[in-house]
Every structure is written in structure tokens, then in C-alpha cells.
């Protein structure tokens, strides 16, 4: 797709009939490049339908919601009425799986054109994107090597890139929309746990899975989550005093050549535009990735609804999935309940001490999409997703909310995203700063992204 626009302003464009839901969706379909394989389930024809539907309510004078005619995408994890659902596995899920759960069903009732469902990590579990059983999404950030797409929402960020959406669904339980929007170069919204119901999302870890959203920029990111949250994104006129919190120990370890230098160069940029920068230390953030380099509490909660649910796909599990689930299958209750306990402690904690800034900031993904060749290499696999997914899961574990947006290029010309972190329910706040930090640095060249930032 090659409309720059925003989001606001073809919203506007649609409601006022200066173009269609079924022109947009002919430039989609027009930008739909089957070598990428963002998708899992390219529907035309069912989003053809979806296209009519929009129009037909605008021509009425009918406006369902903001996003009424907008492409959509949906990570193959949501159930959508008359899409199969295969969170990544080889087979379809039982029919219930279909099934609208309150995010997709509040989605629907603005009658947005769902491009399709997109590829995932089998049940979401893994950061880089592989998947044993489909062919892995390309990283369109590099044409001529099949670098990884990020996970586990594989296709979302490729399918914003690719411009088959303008919107993309993903769920986010320890990384996976941040971590596909960091090596693509867009930007992804991870919501509070709790803000946003998981019911009719194919759970990975019911005490950690959030849904989430990704968008060709901050600006589109907060109208988005205005139209599906209904809360209000204030509006900053910059970023004089704003307090940003440097989180460098432990998240500034072991950076990929010009990860770190992208990091100063963007900080640098809000310095001089005005924001009060400090460091700031997160405790015991090595303890925790300890525990997540153990199972963490999503190894044994995946055995669960895997046991309780699907009991027959356990044997057919991706083997690197299922190397990663198989220590939560003798996991001691204490010791689950213990893994539980510090990450509430320290969540708690955390959030408090986060009150005396405005964001705290890090690197997303301390590494470089790596090509798939070396993903495949089963000695290199833990370690690169243990990698990718260090510095997003500390997130998770203490309860926080978080985007990620690009701010410039790594040694090697690819997509380097900054983490900004908020305390639970921060949501609003931390997209209008977002959007405050997007503008500050398309100023400074670092980074312009493809839609406007009206």
C-alpha cells in the first residue's frame, strides 16, 4: 500500500467519500507479496465482503467507529468468525477457536477489512520468529537474506511493512509485538495485563498474555488504541522537562554493533530538545530472566491448557517449543507459586519507583534480526532467543505497559527499535510521549516513517 496518510486522516478521508474501504483494500491487495508470507490465511474474498459492508455504511451515512474500512490484520492466535484458527500448529483448532472474544468483536463492530489471518510462533512461544511446521515470514528489511521476522507475532510487523495493513493484531507475552516491530522498523503497543480481555486469543500464559497492536507510527498506534480503548491520548506539544529514565544496567549489556550508538543518538535528540534524562536501575532484573531462562511461569501454564485442551498436540509440538515447554511439565507447585510471588513483589515495586518519570527508556532487542539459517542451527537457537527476548520480557514479568518505535539503523542497515516503559494502566500517557519522541526525531532524520504524523 502506498498511501502515506495516517490513520486519523484516511478515517477522515473515508467518512468524507474522498476515497473507499474498497479502494484501500485493492492497494492492499495490489502490495501482497506471497514471498514475504506474512500471512498464515490470505482472505480476499472475505475481506472483500468486509469492504462492501464499510462502504455500503459510510454511503448511508453510518459510521461504525474510527476504524471503519481501515486493512486490518489478525495474528493466527484470535478466534474470527469464518477464518480457521491454527495458533502456528499444524492443524486447524477445534471450531471454538473461531470464536470473537471482546477484542476482536469491538474491532469488528467498527467494520475495519480484515486482510487475513498472520503467521505466529507455534502458540506464541518464541521470540525469533521460527516455526517448524510453516514456512517462516521474511523480514522485508532484507531482501536478500531471510533474516527473522521477530516473534511471536511473525507475520504482523512484514504484513505493516509489506502494506497489506495499516493496523495489525498481535498479542504480546513477553515480547512478541515488540520484538516483530523492533527488527521490522515499526512500532507496537504492549498493553497492561487485564486492560484488554485475552478470552477468544489462544492462550501462551494466562498470567502474562496481553493484546497488543502494531502500526506504521506512533501517531497511528494512539489513534488506534483511542478507537479500541476509548481512552483519551493527550496531546504534548514537546518534550521541555519530560522525564525519561535510562534503564542501562542490564538492558545496555552485550549490544549488537550500533544497537548502543542508535540508543545515544536518540537520547541525545530528547536532551537536546528539552526532556531531563537520569539513570535509573531496575533491581533484580537478572534474577528474573534467570527464572525465564528456567520455563519462567509460561513453560508450566502452556503444559496446562495444552494437557487440559489439546492433549493430542503435545506430540506434534515444534520440537524448539516443545524443549521450552517440557520443564514446566514437573514444575513443584511451590516453586511455581514462588516464580509468581517475585514477580508480583517486584513488579510492585518497580511500578511505584516509576512514578518520578515520565518513561523509562531501553533498547527493545539488544541483537539483530539474524538470518534464519542461523536460527535453524539448533546450538544457536536458545541463545539468540533468549537474546532477543531479554530486555522485552522484564516488562512482562513486573506488570508494565511498553512501546517500542524506530529511531535509525544498526551496523549492518537494519531496524534498531527504543523501549519506553510506563507503570500498569500508563497506556495513554506513554503514547502521547511516544508520539512526542516519533516527532522529535523525524525532525532530527533519525527516523520518518511511512504514514504522516498528523
Known sequence: MTDTKSLRALAADLRDRRTTARALLEASATAHDPALNAYKLWAPDFAARQAEAADAAFAAGVVAGPLQGIPTSVKDLYGVAGLPTFAG??????????NEGPVVAGLRRQLPVIT?????????????????????????????????????SSGAGVSL???????????????????????????ALKTTWGRWSTDGIVPLSFSLDTAGILTR????????????????????????????????????????????????????VLEKVGARLSEFAPPNCAELHAIYALGGIAAPELYAFLRRELPEWIETLDPRVRRRVEPGKDLAAWE??????????????????????????????????????EVNDDTRYSPLNMQALRNTSMVSFLGLCALTLPIGFDAVGLPVGLQLIAPPMGEAKLLAVAAAFERAFAKAELWTPPASLD
Open 89 to 98: 500448529s499444524p492443524r486447524e483448532l477445534p471450531e471454538r477457536w473461531q
Open 161 to 187: 511493512v509489506e502494506g497489506t495493513a495499516l493496523l495489525a493484531f498481535g498479542t504480546d507475552t513477553a515480547g512478541s509485538v515488540r520484538i516483530p516491530a523492533s527488527f521490522t522498523g515499526t512500532v
Open 116 to 152: 487475513g489471518k498472520t503467521h505466529t510462533v507455534e502458540f506464541a512461544f518464541g521470540g525469533l520468529g521460527a516455526n517448524a511446521h510453516w514456512p517462516v515470514p521474511w523480514n522485508p528489511r532484507d531482501r536478500k537474506t531471510h533474516r527473522a521476522p521477530g516473534g511471536s
Open 217 to 268: 507510527s506512533v501517531a497511528d498506534a494512539a489513534f488506534a488504541f483511542a478507537a479500541l480503548d476509548g481512552a483519551v491520548v493527550p496531546a504534548m506539544d514537546g518534550l521541555l522537562g519530560c522525564r525519561v529514565g535510562i534503564a542501562r544496567n542490564f538492558f545496555f549489556d552485550d549490544l549488537a554493533p550500533g544497537i548502543g550508538e542508535a540508543v545515544e543518538a536518540a537520547l541525545a
Open 336 to 373: 511455581y507459586l514462588d516464580r509468581k510471588a517475585i514477580y508480583a513483589t517486584q513488579g510492585r515495586a518497580t511500578a511505584e519507583a516509576l512514578r518520578m518519570f515520565d518513561v523509562l527508556v531501553t533498547p527493545t532487542v539488544p541483537i539483530a534480526p539474524p538470518a534464519m539459517a
